[in-house]
């Protein structure tokens, strides 16, 4: 019953995380750069504190714990954090041209993917008397397969859509369709994003170990990797202000309120997932199988709420029927990839 509740909490997580992107539309007079930083604020610097504090005992301090921390691992873990920036980055630009259900179901799937397999492989690089590569058991790098698989069927969803729409039904659904841009795009944030997990595995030790409740030991590090993550996306955001002009946006008093509102809303949506996550995480101790394959999990039931929002956004109208139902086993694979490992 508890992997069950496990499994539910980190889905209602990626359901957060699928539908930040929508208050972000209700966002006004602002450049992408203005809002995306803004948010940034409450997604990865805001709400994370506030997540860490919960693994805080009494009389003890986040600060503290940091600087009792090993610093390599503390360093490693922010370091990694920077990297998924980059995969940040380049995620919102992978929607620009795919489109929020191609687009995070081709990028998140990579992510899945090389996130779960390069953390223990790097740690194992590091710290061979760990044995981090034992948690890569069969079951593992089944659910990874089966998750890719997945992603791969809803990619050829997309392939198919790409081939069989005129440009104006393109456009029309995705304002800057671009198929070969936007997949070469995706892969690349898929693979930076994949660090976000790299830089979890650095920091898992980073909590107060038995003082601290098994449901948020990972808050901590998720601070240091967001952190890591605000640092790249400020600079890029501060440079497209003076490049493009914008900074005038942050004076625009007579927005700031709704704005501030949305970008928060947006930021709380985001950091549900990894919030979720490592609540989600607190409930699969049983599985060691479930407990390496939570991020995997994560990312797969992102795309497949990414998808319902793609339908609902009316980015699959116009394609026919047999790329609808490619569409849809896709997602049935990615759902299954959820469940199928605590079988084997």
Not at 8 to 18: E, R, V
């Amino acid at each position: 019953m508890e992997i069950i509740i496990g499994l539910l909490i980190i889905a209602i997580g990626a359901f957060c995380q699928s539908s930040c992107y929508v208050p972000i539309n209700k966002i006004k007079d602002w450049s992408w750069e203005s809002y995306w930083i803004v948010q940034g604020v409450f997604a990865w610097l805001v709400f994370p504190f506030l997540g860490a504090m919960l693994a805080v005992p009494e009389g003890q301090s986040l600060c503290g714990l940091f600087g009792a921390a090993n610093s390599f691992n503390l360093w490693m873990t922010v370091l990694f954090g920077v990297l998924w920036g980059v995969g940040g980055l380049t995620f919102g630009l992978s929607m620009r041209y795919l489109g929020v259900a191609l687009g995070q179901s081709i990028a998140l799937g990579t992510c899945a993917g090389l996130g779960t397999i390069m953390g223990p492989v790097l740690l194992n690089i590091f710290f061979p008397e760990l044995k981090a590569l034992e948690s890569l058991t069969f079951a593992v790098i089944m659910g990874v397969v089966i998750t890719l698989i997945g992603i791969a069927i809803i990619g050829v969803a997309g392939g198919m859509k790409a081939s069989s729409l005129s440009e104006e039904e393109k456009k029309a659904a995705v304002k800057d369709f671009n198929f070969p841009k936007g997949l070469a795009i995706a892969l690349l944030a898929g693979f930076m994003s994949g660090c976000f997990n790299v830089g979890l595995e650095f920091g898992k030790d980073i909590n107060f170990g038995e003082l601290t409740d098994p449901m948020y030991r990972t808050l901590p590090a998720t601070l240091l990797v967001t952190l890591g993550g605000f640092v790249t996306n400020a600079i890029y955001c501060f440079y497209q202000n003076q490049k493009n002009n914008t900074w005038g946006d942050y004076k625009k008093g007579n927005v700031w309120g709704n704005n501030l509102l949305f970008c928060a809303l947006a930021g709380g949506l985001w950091y549900s997932q990894f919030f979720g996550l490592s609540l989600g995480k607190g409930f699969l101790t049983e599985s060691e199988t479930l407990t390496t394959l939570a991020f995997c999990i994560l990312m797969a039931l992102n795309v497949t709420f990414s998808n319902v929002w793609g339908i609902i956004l009316k980015e699959w109208k116009g394609c026919s029927s047999k790329t609808i139902v490619v569409l849809v086993i896709g997602i049935l694979v990615l759902i299954a990839s959820s469940f199928i490992p605590q079988f084997i």
